[in-house]
């Protein structure tokens, strides 16, 4: 198989494949053997702007978490809401 890439991903690839102890070729590998077995990519490809968002969501949620109401039922939840 032959695959084009630009030098600079294929650098940066190496770099990462080699800290994890294994070659370019290994990783590649896992990756097509990883799409095989779950038929679909093993990633949510992403761009800037929705790891921005996601970070911001999270973020949110981490607030909700820690200061946001919990209710025990839809009911209370409702009624909470009609109150208002």
């Not at 990519?41 to 790891?51: E, Y």
């Not at 978490?65 to 839809?74: E, F």
Request: hydrophobic share 35%; aromatic share 8%.
């Amino acid at each position: 198989m032959q695959i084009r890439i630009d030098q600079a991903t294929k650098t940066k690839s190496k770099k990462v494949f080699k800290s994890m102890g294994i070659d370019m070729s290994s990783g590649v590998k896992m990756f097509l053997h990883q799409v095989a077995i779950d038929q679909c990519m093993p990633f949510v490809p992403s761009t800037k702007k929705t790891r921005a968002n996601r970070k911001r969501w999270d973020k949110e949620f981490a607030w909700v978490m820690k200061h946001g109401k919990g209710y025990a039922s839809a009911k209370e939840m409702h009624d909470d809401i009609m109150k208002r």
